[in-house]
């Protein structure tokens, strides 16, 4: 695989489901332009899982401010000795968790800031998801040991994760990859990786594409 057919590629999922570590392991080896994004940074993440009604409009709002700044940033500088974008993150998971956090009336507020940006920013020419069921979810949270993670509740997690299949269903243009994970552990097991390499890296039509390793 010495020629990728994309240019830039964004990995999504629910918390837990290994963006981070296969966004970057996938820059290092490749030679892509890595962006990850900075949600540690959030002051109001933690206050969010302690008391998420009272916290939830201020937590989205600034990661959709966070995150469209810095994607703004990072998309448009041209990097020659990079051969590829790739991100750990979409800028529509914005709309994904507020659908899942906000009230009603909320929401609808955030939508209007959301689509006045949303246009300003180049899409991802291949969106990869990458589905775990709640239970792994949970153990991946559990292992990684963030102390505000640990108490997200497997509701939480389910509604995030039906929210990015509305979401996907939505989206017939754009060329995406779901993918099962289930089995696969891409983090520890090379050839785990290598497997989920070899599907990435094909050229797509716009439209869903969906594989499940065993």
């Avoid at 949600?39 to 998420?52: I, Q, T």
Wanted: charged share 25%; hydrophobic share 40%.
């Amino acid at each position: 695989m010495t020629e990728i057919p994309y240019n830039f590629i964004a990995i999504e999922g629910t918390i837990g489901a290994g963006k981070t570590s296969l966004a970057s392991r996938i820059a290092a080896d490749f030679n892509g332009k890595l962006i990850l994004e900075q949600f540690e940074d959030n002051a109001f993440l933690p206050k969010f899982y302690a008391e998420p009604e009272k916290y939830a409009f201020p937590l989205e709002m600034s990661f959709m401010a966070s995150r469209f700044q810095q994607l703004k940033d990072q998309l448009g500088n041209l990097d020659l000795f990079r051969n590829f974008i790739i991100a750990d993150y979409y800028i529509a998971k914005s709309l994904v968790f507020a659908q899942n956090t906000l009230q009603p009336d909320e929401f609808d507020l955030f939508k209007r800031f959301f689509h006045l940006i949303n246009p300003t920013l180049p899409r991802p020419d291949l969106l990869v998801y990458l589905y775990l069921d709640v239970e792994r979810l949970q153990q991946n949270i559990r292992k990684r040991g963030r102390t505000y993670e640990q108490h997200i509740k497997d509701e939480y997690l389910a509604g995030i994760q039906a929210g990015y299949f509305d979401f996907i269903r939505q989206q017939p243009e754009m060329r995406i990859l779901l993918l099962d994970t289930n089995q696969l552990d891409f983090v520890a097991n090379d050839r785990d990786y290598n497997r989920i390499l070899e599907i990435i890296f094909q050229p797509y039509a716009p439209g869903i594409h969906r594989f499940t390793f065993s």
